[in-house]
Every structure is written in C-alpha cells, then in structure tokens.
C-alpha cells in the first residue's frame, strides 16, 4: 500500500498550530468603513488599509455601476488583445499626473505589479539589492527575475553601500527595492540617501508607494513628493486597493520605462485587463484624493492624536509588555513580547467591539498589534480603543501576577 502524498500538510498544520502562527478568515459584512460588522458584532475597524475612507464613498460606487452598465463586468481579456478600454488610459493618465511622471501603466493587482515590473527590467545577469522588510510582492519579484539577490539590513544605508561597493561591478545592471512606507512597521525608507547611491552606483530604484499613495505628500503623491523627490529618475510602483478605495496596482515613472514594460512585462502582457468597475472606481478615487485635501488632514489629526494616547498608555502600564514601534505613517504598531500576548489582547479588543487583529511570525519577525487609522475615524473611535485597551492591559496583568504567584499545598 502507497503512502499518502499528501499526508504531510497535516504535520505541517499541527505545527503551525503549535507555534502560535495559524491563520482563519474573518467574514466582515457591510459595507467598507470606520465602523463594520464582525459575526454579527459591530466593531470599530482598526485594520483597514481604506485610509481615506474612500472604499465606501458613494461617488466610487456610482462610478463602478456606471462602467459595468457602459462596459460589463470584466475586461474580457489582454490589454494588447481585447481587453483595452478608454477607461484604462484615463486612468493612467491621473495617476501620471499624480505622480508627476511621463506616463503610467496599470496592472490587475499591485502584487503583479512588483512581479511584472522587477522580473522584467532585471535578470540572470544582473544584481537586485532589496531591504530586508521588503513586502513579499517585492521579494517574490526578485526570485522571479532569476537575478543576483542581496538582501540589506533595514534602511540600513551604510550597509546597503558597502554591499554596493563590494559586488556591483560584477553584474550587467543593478536594481534597488524598497518599500516607501513599510507595511508591518509604518517607518518610511530613507529615499533621499538612496537616490543618491542609486546615482553613484549607476543603479534602478524602485520604490513601492502601495501605503504611501493618497497618504503622503502635499498632494497625495506619496513618499517621492513628501521627501521632494519628485522628477528624479526612479520607479514607483503602488496600489489601487488602498486609499484609493478600489483595486489593481500601477507603475508610473518615464515613457520610455512604460513602453518597455508593455513590451516585456508578462505579468502585464498575459493578464486580463483591470475590470471596468475597478477602474472607474479607482480612477474617482484619484480625483477625490486630490480634490479633497481635508481627507488628509482629518487622517493625520487621528494618527496624532491615537499616537499621543498609546503612548501615555504605555507609560501608565510599565509591566505590560507592549513596545509602540516608530512610524511616520498611519500604521500604528504595538509589539508585543510573544505571539501569545498578541493574540490576547486582539481576542480581548474583540470582546470590546474593536477590530484589531494580531500579526505575528512568519507574516513579521515580531507578533504585534497592527493598527491603522482612517480619515473617516472619530475621537469618539479612539477613545474607545484605548478605553478598551487599558481593559485588555489590565485583564493581562492580572493574569500574569496570578500565575506567578506561589502555589500552597
């Protein structure tokens, strides 16, 4: 009788289990927002990348049943086949006009976006230099590409100079990766250093603004205008799905950089189009975002005003073993010692009505809290979170000191 070949992923899920890492869905109903319903339990929603509450805006929505009504539901195929439409390059004309740049080319998700545009401007000749917390879109890019990989500590600039120093006249062409904004972090890349070793070493650099887009910037540009970057001689990559409130991904930069990537991206080429729907949604999304600059203001009032209160609740809470990492972005992050804590505390804000869930290991090399703010948040949102925090704190504590405590017979 033969072994079963399958039979592994059973050993392999009961290790996952034992680790603290496996992962469920959880079904949100309504729609997008501030405030959703969790298995029938309203919840402030603290886990949405929606940053300016754009998801649920009603003008994307008539946007997207205006274009399914003109066009139907889906693309129907390749851009270069069948699946062009007018709507496609309005699109990438206001992201190009966004960002500033030549031109931009729209893809069916940002994942394929990284995949497409790293595996096609490198390869078995070339080298890729990529920070350590790259997202996995970016890293996935790289292994596609068949090129040199080399992976630098993160933001670690003198590092990534030294790497540069020691093996880049050794390969054809060279390509920098790194996010703007870090996801599981919310720190930013320093960009202005690495546009200058870019310059020096005769390197790409390709800068994913997936969180930074309609987030950052005096117009929404992202990390490239916020560090006044903009026009200088690299390529940005990003998403749609974001705080643009819809779906697919982009790379915007030179014309002559698009025209290749047409020419020599599969993950663009061997695609269907970006359905009609999520493209008119996203192209409202667009516009929004630059008409409307109070949406950022709101945003960036909430991020400061959650970041005072955690850490004054830190303060007040020295036992728990919570650290608020650094961030300049609207992703909040609060460390945590084990996964166990995390998921303690995420059960706990739960039970309070808050939708905070954990992250843990392999997704971060830490469990933590991953919180991020919305344009579309109140104070009285807030305050509820960290009401219910200091709960969860305290519950924790407690259940620390108690079993700690001696055991009589």
Same mark, same amino acid.
């Not at 596609?144 to 600039?157: N, R």
């Not at 599969?266 to 109070?294: C, K, N």
């Given at each position: 009788m033969t072994a079963d070949p399958y039979s592994w992923m059973e050993d392999a899920l009961a290790t996952i289990h034992r680790a603290g890492w496996y992962r469920s869905m959880q079904t949100l109903h309504?729609?997008?927002?501030?405030?959703m319903t969790l298995d029938g339990q309203p919840v402030i929603n603290f886990a949405s990348n929606d940053y300016l509450g754009l998801a649920g805006d009603d003008r994307l929505i008539q946007a997207a049943i205006a274009a399914t009504q003109e066009y139907g539901t889906g693309s129907t195929g390749s851009r270069l086949v069948s699946g062009h439409r007018d709507l496609h390059q309005q699109l990438e004309r206001a992201i190009a006009t966004l960002k500033q740049t030549e031109d931009a080319l729209v893809f069916s998700s940002g994942y394929l976006a990284n995949l497409g545009t790293v595996s096609a401007l490198v390869g078995k000749r070339d080298l890729i230099l990529s920070?350590?917390?790259?997202?996995?879109?970016?890293?996935?890019?790289?292994?596609?590409?068949?090129?040199?990989v080399l992976t630098y500590p993160h933001c670690d600039v003198a590092q990534l100079r030294q790497r540069l120093e020691q093996h880049r006249d050794r390969y054809r062409r060279c390509l920098l990766l790194?996010?703007?904004?870090?996801?599981?972090?919310?720190?930013?890349?320093? @960009?202005?250093?690495?546009?200058?070793? *870019? /310059?020096?070493?005769?390197?790409? @650099?390709?800068v994913d603004e997936a969180h *930074? /887009?309609?987030?950052l910037g005096a117009t929404g540009a992202g990390c490239v205008e916020h560090f006044g970057c903009t026009g200088s001689p690299l390529i940005q990559v990003g998403t749609l799905s974001k705080a643009l409130g819809s779906l697919g991904g982009y790379v915007a930069?030179?014309?002559?950089?698009i025209d290749y990537l047409r020419n020599r991206s599969v993950g663009w080429i061997y695609t269907t189009g970006l359905s009609p729907a999520d493209t008119a949604a996203a192209l409202?999304?667009?516009?929004?975002?630059?008409?409307?600059?109070?949406?950022?203001?709101?945003?960036?009032?909430?991020?400061?005003?959650?970041?005072q209160a955690l850490t004054q609740q830190l303060a007040d809470n020295p036992d728990v073993d919570l650290t608020l990492l650094p961030s300049e972005s609207p992703i909040l992050c609060l460390q945590a010692a084990s996964p166990a804590i995390a998921l303690h505390l995420g059960a706990a804000l739960r039970q309070a009505g808050i939708f905070a869930p954990a992250i843990r290991p392999p997704t971060v090399p830490t469990s933590r809290l991953r919180l991020t703010l919305m344009a579309t948040h109140d104070r009285t949102h807030i305050q509820q979170f960290i009401a219910a925090l200091n709960q969860a704190m305290q519950v924790h504590t407690q259940t620390i000191s108690t079993n700690l405590r001696p055991r009589t017979r």
């Amino acid at each position: 009788m033969t072994a079963d070949p399958y039979s592994w992923m059973e050993d392999a899920l009961a290790t996952i289990h034992r680790a603290g890492w496996y992962r469920s869905m959880q079904t949100l109903h309504g729609r997008s927002g501030a405030v959703m319903t969790l298995d029938g339990q309203p919840v402030i929603n603290f886990a949405s990348n929606d940053y300016l509450g754009l998801a649920g805006d009603d003008r994307l929505i008539q946007a997207a049943i205006a274009a399914t009504q003109e066009y139907g539901t889906g693309s129907t195929g390749s851009r270069l086949v069948s699946g062009h439409r007018d709507l496609h390059q309005q699109l990438e004309r206001a992201i190009a006009t966004l960002k500033q740049t030549e031109d931009a080319l729209v893809f069916s998700s940002g994942y394929l976006a990284n995949l497409g545009t790293v595996s096609a401007l490198v390869g078995k000749r070339d080298l890729i230099l990529s920070d350590q917390y790259n997202h996995s879109s970016l890293k996935n890019g790289a292994i596609l590409s068949g090129a040199t990989v080399l992976t630098y500590p993160h933001c670690d600039v003198a590092q990534l100079r030294q790497r540069l120093e020691q093996h880049r006249d050794r390969y054809r062409r060279c390509l920098l990766l790194t996010d703007s904004v870090f996801s599981m972090d919310g720190d930013l890349c320093p @960009l202005s250093e690495l546009l200058a070793l *870019a /310059t020096s070493f005769d390197a790409m @650099l390709l800068v994913d603004e997936a969180h *930074a /887009t309609g987030v950052l910037g005096a117009t929404g540009a992202g990390c490239v205008e916020h560090f006044g970057c903009t026009g200088s001689p690299l390529i940005q990559v990003g998403t749609l799905s974001k705080a643009l409130g819809s779906l697919g991904g982009y790379v915007a930069g030179s014309a002559t950089l698009i025209d290749y990537l047409r020419n020599r991206s599969v993950g663009w080429i061997y695609t269907t189009g970006l359905s009609p729907a999520d493209t008119a949604a996203a192209l409202t999304g667009v516009a929004i975002a630059r008409q409307e600059p109070q949406r950022r203001t709101q945003l960036w009032q909430n991020v400061a005003a959650l970041k005072q209160a955690l850490t004054q609740q830190l303060a007040d809470n020295p036992d728990v073993d919570l650290t608020l990492l650094p961030s300049e972005s609207p992703i909040l992050c609060l460390q945590a010692a084990s996964p166990a804590i995390a998921l303690h505390l995420g059960a706990a804000l739960r039970q309070a009505g808050i939708f905070a869930p954990a992250i843990r290991p392999p997704t971060v090399p830490t469990s933590r809290l991953r919180l991020t703010l919305m344009a579309t948040h109140d104070r009285t949102h807030i305050q509820q979170f960290i009401a219910a925090l200091n709960q969860a704190m305290q519950v924790h504590t407690q259940t620390i000191s108690t079993n700690l405590r001696p055991r009589t017979r």
